[in-house]
């Protein structure tokens, strides 16, 4: 391979988690979906698909299984699944690791309790949310936009949703750490007895959900989360341990995701001053910011599928039995799909960037994470002018994950 200037271009380094790449993938997922749209990564055992077309078209292609926990969880030695066991199991039977027809059947009932209206209606009580804790953050003198503001706000939100008494809330966001620990795997870095803990923590967290649930089905009619989940529909209703998983699954996946992308956007916005201004004049354009952080900073990297029946893709033979790492976030960047790909641009339209997934498994949260995103995006823009980086610049810290792209923490100073 020859570069532009006639030197020899370096091989393709296909890590995701070396820390160069982690900290900064856009310039591999370039080059990637140029030189090889379809790689086999040693290190990652699986085949990197990089182009929009392709991984749109993998989202809805049924012979890439989401069914990724189970055949994990029957692997493991006996040991580790005893100790592991209650938790594995519980992940296993999330919708979002599940083929039809348990996802189907899941996803039904679940949607039922996502109805866009009990959204709607929150949008009031999430503005009261967000400018209590820019309060907060604005009299305690706090620069970390992360532990102020964008972390509390998604876990709060779903404990009441869920139906939680406010004074749980804090509890809440302990377990959704506890969570991302186990269900990321918490690599060897993190101690046996930090997991051992997150576990039983966990289990606190199920308990907790059960009494819940308890208490519906004594009084029922609680117009939340948990009493849509209890009732069913016409023709079936969960388990408690499945309305137990689902609570769980929706602490996690809505959890880390929505922090995320409310701090990127908010970085983004800061290194554009330009944007910064078009959406200080007109805050009607949250709404689109928000979409486009999503598509240049979306807070998934990688959506992992196992290959259960062989497929073709641009003349690569892949065998059922393989795993495929699908790369939305090279996808929102492909040139072939989008004008100027890397420009952070709060006017785009359209933008049909697969942030959010795409096919029967994409995101069922989108709507209620649109408006919490929104709403935080433009209160932060209007209640702190003169926002701006903390000096001495802070060095971005990307969390060291090959599915996440999250900024730990993001010190700002501001006006206010
Ligand atoms: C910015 C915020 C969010 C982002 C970027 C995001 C992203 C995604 C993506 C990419 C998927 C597809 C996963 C796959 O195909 O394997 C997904 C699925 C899912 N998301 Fe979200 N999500 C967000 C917020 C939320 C929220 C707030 C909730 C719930 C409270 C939520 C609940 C779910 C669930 C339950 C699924 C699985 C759906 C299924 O398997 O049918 N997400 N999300």
Known sequence: MTAPDGGAKPALRDDLLEPEVN???YPFFARLREEDPVH???AHRGWLVSRYDDVAAALVDPRLSSDRVRPLLEKLPEER???AGPVMELISE?????DPPAHTRLRKLATKAFHPRKFVAMEGRIRELVDQSIDEFVASGERDLVAGIAF????TVISELIGAPIEDAERFKDWSQDLALVAFGAGGEVRADRHARAEASIEEMLDYFGDLIESERRQPGGGNLIADLVAGDDDDVLSDEEIKGMCALFLFA???TTTTTITSAVKLLI???DQMEILRGDPKAAGKTVEEVLRVEGAIKVLHRWVIEDVEL???RIEAGERVLLLPAAANRDPEKFVDPDRFDITRSPNPHLGFGKGIHACIGAMLARIEMRVAVAAIVERLPGLRFAEPEPTFEWAPSLAARALTTLEVEHDA
């Open 81 to 83: 699944r005893r100790t």
């Open 23 to 25: 900290h900064d993938p």
């Open 271 to 273: 290194e554009n001053p």
């Open 152 to 155: 509390p706000l998604p876990a």
């Open 40 to 42: 086999y990564s040693e």
């Open 254 to 256: 809505g959890h880390e």
């Open 314 to 316: 641009r003349g690569k």
């Open 94 to 98: 999330w919708m979002v690791v599940t």
